[in-house]
């Protein structure tokens, strides 16, 4: 594991895709240039994918599943097992190309995003060997029935950048556990840690089993029409999992789709405030922000309202920013311009009665650092209340009871993930209960483990990524049935 003191890459990065366990160069030569989003500069290049390449990667995974589809479950395991213990021995190198592409802090990649990786891989690799169906019987005199749980097939996939090394892994794992293989698009932003992902799991897995080309959204709208795939699945915007599902629907793929969020953070006033403060800051700020399930929207009891947005602008004050070498950041910078010029906006269009407690503003001029934000003040029907920003900013409502807070909380598009802050077991049990979200966190936010699913409702798409959920949304169910007395 890492010990802290991981080297950025200096030298200009050249990535190409991993096709058929080969690195290939785009066919029609195009790319596009990597920035690194601490500094605003150019690092590197990636392949601008064209039809072509998408289908060379299609062909290459059809190959494969021919095969692949036939491996015993014990086999898979043993596969995954050794890119786990690869991708432990790996981390300094994971960790360094995911920094430099996304600018996150060195330290906490290392020791919030590896382990996690590595224990999602593992928990997949066991769970291949685990699925369960009902048992084989005579349910109709004179014949037995079983069911068998098969792959898909040729599974599309197409990751986001906020989270670009480990959304990988959620998505490859479970499809490639459950017998699938897989062509996987990062995204155009932060392809680099992908790739390097594809290269070390090719020691283990035949040529074909998983292959990784990278692009633009051309491409990835190429990636999902292909006639190939049996099943697409994305994490990314609302906007682009409704396009995939659309084009998904042409000719009745499976689509897997994890989506935005706008998680409700409901406070009440018997919680142990300073601790909510604290934990609240911790998981809205984490990732600057770029986080589906982020603590970013405060429902607070009237009572400590004030106090309470006071104290996440104190926890905000404290919190910094900064390059991915410095250990004592939190959060290094926004993705990319794009998203730095989306946050400013959302916060240049802050209507009157809102107030900035803290922050509201980039922090330098190199880079797309923007400073820990709160907003007090806000109404439900407030744009900064009702869409997803995606950045370092925790908004705060006020509510009047808990039935306001219930209806302002299940209030949005979004049904994704949420928490609830309370002593009291009876409340926290009823809320948990009324609440339409697919996680709901009690005196804790945002916290994950491989065995539960992580998936939301409404807007935030549908299907479930990690658990044994996770795995059963890549496989099919067909039915067997013998005439036992012929």
């Not at 692949?68 to 981390?91: I, M, V």
């Not at 099943?231 to 989506?259: C, F, N, P, Q, Y």
């Not at 009047?400 to 077991?425: C, F, I, M, P, Q």
């Amino acid at each position: 594991m890492s010990d802290g003191n991981v080297r950025r890459m200096t030298s200009p990065r050249t990535i190409q895709n991993f096709i058929d366990g080969k690195f290939a160069d785009p066919a029609d030569g195009r790319r596009a240039d990597l920035i690194d989003p601490s500094t605003g500069e150019v690092f590197g290049s990636a392949p601008v994918s064209s039809a072509e390449d998408v289908d060379r990667a299609y062909a290459a995974a059809a190959s494969a599943f021919e095969t692949w589809r036939d491996t015993t479950p014990s086999a898979r395991q043993q596969a995954l097992l050794k890119f786990a213990d690869a991708l432990e021995a790996r981390a300094d190198d994971l960790v360094a190309a995911e920094s430099q592409n996304t600018g996150k802090p060195i330290e906490l990649t290392a020791s919030e995003e590896i382990p996690p990786m590595i224990d999602q891989v593992r928990f997949f690799a066991g769970a291949a060997r685990l699925l369960e169906g009902r048992s084989a019987g005579e349910y109709m005199a004179g014949f037995t029935s079983y069911v068998r749980r098969e792959p898909v097939g040729v599974v599309g996939q197409v990751a986001p950048w906020n989270y670009p090394m480990m959304m990988a892994i959620w998505k490859l794992a479970p499809a490639i556990a459950a017998g699938n293989t897989v062509v996987l698009k990062p995204s155009d932003t932060t392809p680099v840690s992908t790739v390097l992902l594809a290269e070390i799991a090719a020691e283990f897995l035949p040529p074909g089993v998983l292959n990784v080309i990278c692009g633009d959204r051309d491409t990835g709208r190429a990636l999902v029409a292909h006639k190939t795939p049996a099943m697409v699945s994305i994490t990314g915007s609302t906007r682009a999992g409704m396009e995939v599902a659309a084009s998904g629907a042409t000719d009745l793929k499976r689509v897997h789709l994890e989506l935005g969020g706008k998680a409700p953070v409901i406070v009440f006033d018997d919680a142990d405030l300073a601790d909510a403060a604290e934990n609240i800051a911790i998981a809205g700020y984490f990732n600057a922000g770029q986080d589906c399930t982020a603590a970013t929207r405060v429902l607070v009891a009237p009572r400590v309202a004030s106090d309470f947005a006071d104290a996440l602008a104190e926890q905000a004050r404290g919190t910094r920013t900064g390059p991915p070498s410095d250990a004592d950041v939190l959060y290094g910078p926004l993705n990319n311009a794009n998203q730095l010029n989306r946050v400013g906006g959302m916060l240049g269009r802050l209507p009157d009665h809102a107030r900035v407690l803290a922050g509201g503003s980039r922090e330098g001029e190199r880079g797309y650092f923007w400073q820990p934000t709160v907003v007090a003040g806000l109404e439900q029907g407030d744009e900064a209340s009702q869409q997803e920003i995606f950045g370092p900013v925790i908004t705060v409502q006020q509510f009047s009871d808990e039935d306001e807070a219930v209806r302002w909380a299940n209030g949005v598009e979004y049904g994704l993930a949420s928490s609830v802050w309370t002593k009291d077991h009876g409340r926290a049990m009823r809320i948990s209960r009324r609440l339409d979200f697919g996680c709901v966190w009690v005196n804790c936010h945002i916290p994950l483990v491989a065995e539960m699913p992580h998936g939301g409702f409404k807007h935030s798409g549908y299907g479930k990524d990690l658990s044994m959920y996770g795995l059963e949304d890549y496989t099919r169910i067909k039915h067997v049935m013998h005439n036992i007395d012929s």
